[in-house]
């Protein structure tokens, strides 16, 4: 069990559909996940722009996972499939920016596998936390919850 | 022609499987009323038991989880679970219906899904329902109960209670629609498949729970006898069906059912090795042919056609299947790690000894013309044409036509 | 803006006994968007959303969040009790602090109330920046537009005609029936092929609801779901028609075998079609018959079975048997298609009137004897392992339904995808007659190669569902989600801010975004039934002017902003 560390805040896009329903079922299940994620529900990981992702790096994420669903089975007629190839563009632009593409973590399964998502969180958590701090991007004044 | 739109009828749907969800909704949608029977404790059938559904891959969720919360949701459908028809009678051009609903011993409208009468219980048989259940809570199995109410005394909401009483429900109807659904008919019978001699071997329906992802070993290709990983699998192509002695039909749903697990556990685990022993392979239906030429970089599964002669554990671990193989016309024996029998699928009211409580059967115990029906009870069929068999039985309905 | 009334769940101590849901009230509190904050055992329970609504118009607020449950299951009843209680449901968020909290960090107390309080405060950033799509309601017309008359299209507008809807029903011959007119005897029940028409036939005629357009094409649909504007081009000129659904039952045609075993180089190699006639005209002219399965089809360039050509040799084979004295027949095929209890029976009738039946690999196909005349076949039995020469003076290909190219067109035309073999495809197996695009449905042979019962049963399934939608008389663009009724809301445009560069018409997986000209300009517009507000339009935007006003920018960037705030 990935013990709780400080410079791990993982902002994760969810979709609601297969995104969602895996976390749904690990957590019928009880599964013990580390508490350094929140949720952003979306619709469908097609929402997700990069331009959100670099925000949530501004604003004290030191990790992005982006879930969905499987490439062929998204329920808007594959509206994911241009946002994976978005996002893996970001990744080389992440790392150009020397904040790292390994902090983009994209997850495209689907809701029967849940297992598989506790276990991509944790690593991610993992991942993170072994990751040296990210320059800091905020003003202290954001930090603390301030305008 | 008469217009028939004005007049809204009540029907009864005797099924709450995709066939049976998709009868409702069709009714519904047309402000007709509808009573949906269902034996189990929820809708979905048997596509909510499975662990993915062919061609999609995915699991039963997408196709499930809308339409059942739609079917709960709906002012038209009043759902019967824990209910059997029993008995029916025509009235001039009315039907009469008495259908026994049985009470849950877990209230599912108190039951906050909590798990507190799992862990309570000493036999194990609180359990949770299926995965993907809207709302989701939990089901107490009571024919293995051993009445020591542990798990009432724990229920935070008072949910759990053992002596509710049956009710009896009589309904008078314009129109009954069949959508009953299959079971898996015992190959108990048919030695020569070997069914319940080792536990590596298996029919696809327990194949598929053993394999599911949300099951008990969280989606690993394992092995019954030892949980150890096989090395190989063989898939028995129908297997008590497309047989006078058991099954004269074919059960039209196999043979993608097999291609669809055995291409999963070769996904899964690539290294064990699938055969599937066919006899027609039957990829009738959109897509269906490519999905079975589907090889993964060529390492496929492996399609051998030949039927069985003999399957039968080994004395010292494994199990063999003799069978030809057409293709060389030689005979083989083969060890296996584990075999899954694919065909024994039957229509759940062939099995009903009471004719007053089903309607007229075919010789080979499908609904006949006479009346109205949709899914495997009228014909062996898949997803895809059970919901267009559902449709149609919902519009002969509407308008009073037979098929 | 009104404030926002705050309901927390304990959960009987399901959330309350890992989550400090006292320091959260506390803090909840002192937030200036909150007017108060309950801590209620539970949510759910019968009288509960009852007390929760009186609470809530005591109060006057505006806008509800709920600490509770997963929305898979019991907390999204809770949202509908309080609907049905009178409280808008757009206005009602929640927060998972059970399944998504509670349940998952049950070992760690002190994080899992920290997500707690960010989660909520996430959803309060949620309520306050939110705002609410224009709905729009559509006048659904109430007639609808079948295009081809087959046993498809016949059989949905008859079904449309009797459950009380107009249907224009359109077809490129002269009259009903298409391909079907032609057969003698179909399978498996024997009837011929215009005698299983003939009810639907007679019902279409003279019926007040149907009207049929016989040699007539559709020239152009524009619109969409409840509205389209068809032009119809027919002997008489052009008419316009404006229909509420569409159904697409234009058929298939049959691949012609040109170049295959000898057909249209030596005599008695013939079609399935060719067959019919033969039958038609009184006894066929041959002495035995020999039927090739799978011609052209599950092959590199057709990778599918067209589900008809088997059961359709074992009904012409049958047949020779029974009306040609002394005939064989026989069935060289790679698979017999014949699932279900019907069609097996249907073969094992064939089986016991003497039809042979003879099984051969893809790679080493019959070869066809002859000289001008076929002689023969000589097939490599892949059972028996040895080849043999079967003597006939007939050979019938069985070749593939294809798609019609025309049905491509009027698939591009309603804005539907096509798939890789040409047929239309629906949007999902549990919606096997519904399209992407709402309001259009597909049966029949143009969708996937049937038989003309399960032509006849798509038919049906189409008008059922166009019924149901035209039935509905008036939506509004709201209710038309991808998930009935549970849409977030629609994208729009801003149309000042709109520079017209085309990124989210590209993108829309439903069409749903045109470019319109104003002025010297163009900017997007959104058609509001068509969008599913997945959100793709949103994130190709280069400049913010499409968003959702549901989850518009400045709620997401609250949100994350909001997401790892200190909690004190």
């Not at chain 3, 960090?105 to 994080?111: L, Q, T, V």
């Not at chain 3, 049906?460 to 149901?468: F, G, I, L, M």
């Not at chain 3, 520079?499 to 104003?518: I, M």
């Not at chain 3, 010297?520 to 509001?528: H, L, T, Y």
């Amino acid at each position: 069990m990935p013990t709780a560390a400080s410079n791990v805040n993982i902002l994760v896009f969810a979709c609601r559909w297969c995104g969602l329903i895996g976390a749904d079922a690990a957590g019928r299940r009880r599964m013990e996940l580390p508490a350094s994620f929140r949720v952003i529900p979306v619709e469908c990981a097609g929402y997700v722009e990069p331009d959100a992702v670099i925000r949530a790096f501004a604003s004290g994420a030191t990790g992005v996972a982006v879930l969905g669903c499987h490439v062929g089975g998204c329920r808007f007629n594959d509206a994911n499939h241009p946002a994976l190839k978005r996002l893996e563009l970001l990744r080389t632009l992440l790392d150009a920016t020397g904040i790292g593409g390994d902090r983009l973590l994209l997850g495209f399964g689907t809701a029967h596998e849940y297992h598989q998502w506790a276990d991509t969180i944790r690593a991610f958590h993992e991942h993170v936390a072994g990751l040296p701090s990210m320059k800091s991007w905020l003003p202290a004044a954001v930090a603390t919850g301030e305008r | 022609m008469q217009n028939m739109t004005n007049q809204k009828k009540t029907v009864l749907v005797v099924g709450g499987g995709v066939a049976g969800i998709s009868a409702a909704l069709d009714l519904a949608a047309g402000g007709h009323r509808v009573h949906l029977v269902e034996r189990g404790h929820d809708l979905g059938g048997q596509v909510a038991k499975l662990d993915k559904f062919y061609p999609t891959d995915h699991c039963a969720f997408c196709p499930l989880w809308t339409e059942i919360r739609r079917c709960k949701e709906s002012e038209a459908v009043t759902i019967h679970t824990l209910s059997r028809v029993e008995t029916l009678e025509q009235a001039g051009v009315r039907h009469r219906a008495v259908i026994i609903e049985s009470a849950p011993v877990v209230d599912p409208a108190l039951c906050i899904n909590c798990g507190r009468c799992e862990s309570a219980c000493p036999k194990g048989v609180a359990r949770p329902i299926w995965e993907h259940a809207y709302p989701p809570v939990y089901v107490i199995d009571r024919d293995r109960c051993g009445d020591c109410s542990a798990c009432a005394e724990v229920c935070p909401t008072k949910a759990i209670a053992f002596d509710r009483e049956e009710r009896k429900v009589e309904l008078d109807l314009d129109e009954v629609v069949w959508a009953a659904g299959f079971d898996e008919v015992s190959l108990a019978p048919m030695k020569e498949y070997g069914w319940g001699t080792h536990p590596d071997i298996l029919t696809s329906l327990e194949f598929e729970a053993w394999k599911a992802e949300a099951g008990e070993n969280r989606g690993k290709i394992l092995r019954r006898s030892d949980r150890a990983v096989p090395r190989s699998i063989a898939f028995i192509q129908c297997a008590g069906a497309r047989d006078l002695r058991l099954l004269p039909h074919c059960s039209a749903v196999c043979c993608m059912h097999a291609l669809k697990q055995a291409q999963w556990v070769k996904r899964r685990t690539p290294e064990v090795d699938c055969v599937i022993l066919y006899t027609d392979l039957r990829t009738v239906g959109r897509d269906y042919y490519e999905y079975a030429l589907r090889d993964f970089d060529g390492n496929g599964v492996r399609l051998v056609r030949g039927r069985p002669s003999m399957i039968y554990p080994l004395p010292r671990g494994g199990i063999a299947v003799r069978y030809e193989d057409t293709s060389t016309g030689k005979r083989e024996i083969r060890q296996f790690d584990m075999v899954v029998l694919n065909g024994n699928l039957q229509s759940t009211l062939a099995r009903q000894p009471d004719p007053g409580a089903r309607p007229d059967l075919g010789g080979e115990g499908f609904v006949t013309p006479a009346s109205i029906s949709c899914g495997f009870v009228m014909e062996p069929a898949d997803v895809t044409e059970s919901a267009i068999q559902a449709s149609s039985a919902a519009l002969r309905s509407i308008l009073g036509t037979k098929g | 803006m009104t404030k926002i009334g705050v309901f927390l769940c304990n959960c009987f101590g399901e959330i309350g006994g890992v989550i400090d849901l006292e320091s959260i009230r506390k803090r909840l509190e002192s937030d200036p968007a909150v007017d108060f904050v309950t801590v209620r055992e539970s949510l759910c329970m019968p009288g509960d959303a009852a007390e929760a609504h009186a609470r809530i118009r005591e109060r006057g607020i505006g806008r509800v969040l709920l600490g509770a449950c997963s929305p898979y299951g019991r907390m999204e009843m809770v949202r509908l009790a309080l609907v049905k209680e009178g409280v808008d449901v757009r206005t009602v968020r929640a927060a998972d602090l059970r399944e998504g909290c509670a349940w998952v960090h049950g070992k760690d107390p002190a994080g899992a109330t920290r997500k707690a309080a960010n989660q909520l405060d996430m959803e309060i950033a949620l309520l306050q920046n939110m705002r609410g799509s224009k709905d729009v309601a559509v006048g659904i017309q109430q007639e609808a537009l079948v295009i081809g008359a087959g046993p498809a299209g016949l059989s949905a507008a008859c079904g449309l005609a009797r459950l009380g809807f107009q249907a224009h029903l359109v077809d490129r011959g002269t009259a009903p029936g298409g391909m079907l007119n032609m057969i003698t005897r179909v399978y498996p029940t024997d009837v011929a092929g215009p005698e299983k028409l003939a009810a639907l036939v007679e019902e279409s005629r003279g019926n007040p609801r149907i009207r049929f357009y016989g040699k007539t094409k559709v020239a152009s649909v524009k619109g969409y779901a409840g509205d389209f504007k068809v032009s119809l081009a027919g002997p008489e000129g052009s008419t316009s028609l404006r229909v509420g659904a569409v159904v697409l039952a234009t058929g298939a045609r049959i691949l012609f075998p040109q170049g295959l075993y000898g057909y249209g180089k030596l005599k008695g190699v013939i079609t399935q079609m060719e067959m019919e006639r033969q039958f038609a005209s009184g006894k066929p002219a041959c002495r035995s018959a020999v039927f090739i399965q799978c011609v052209g089809a599950r092959n590199a360039e057709r990778p599918y079975c067209s589900t008809i050509c088997c059961p359709l040799s074992l009904k012409n084979a049958m047949r020779i048997v029974d009306e040609v004295p002394g005939a064989k027949a026989a069935v060289l095929h790679r698979d017999i298609m014949t699932p279900g209890s019907v069609l097996e029976a249907y073969y094992r009738k064939a089986l016991h009137k003497g039809v042979q039946f003879i099984r051969f690999d893809a790679d080493r196909p019959p070869e066809v004897r002859g000289d001008g005349q076929v002689s023969g076949v000589e097939v490599f039995d892949a059972i028996s392992g040895k080849t043999r020469t079967i003597e006939t003076d007939l050979l019938v290909l069985s070749t593939p339904l294809v798609a019609d190219p025309e049905s491509a067109a009027l698939a591009r035309m309603l804005e539907i995808p096509v798939d890789g073999h040409g047929f239309i495809a629906e949007v999902y197996p549990v919606h096997p007659v519904e399209t992407r695009n709402d309001g259009v449905f597909i049966c029949g042979t143009a969708r996937w190669p049937v038989s003309s019962d399960q032509a006849i049963a798509q038919g049906e399934a189409a008008a059922v569902k166009a019924a149901s939608f035209l039935g509905r008389q008036t939506v509004s663009a709201l209710a038309m989600g991808r998930v009935p009724g549970a849409k977030l809301g629609h994208a729009e445009a801003d149309a000042g801010a709109c520079t017209g560069c085309g990124n989210c018409v590209a993108v829309c997986p439903y069409r749903a975004c045109r470019l319109q000209r104003t002025g010297n300009r163009s900017v997007s517009r959104v058609i509001k039934v068509r969008c599913k507000a997945c959100g793709s339009c949103v994130s190709v935007c280069p400049n913010g002017a499409m968003q959702i006003p549901e989850q518009n920018y400045r709620v997401t960037g609250e949100m994350i902003r909001r997401a790892f705030r200190e909690v004190r």
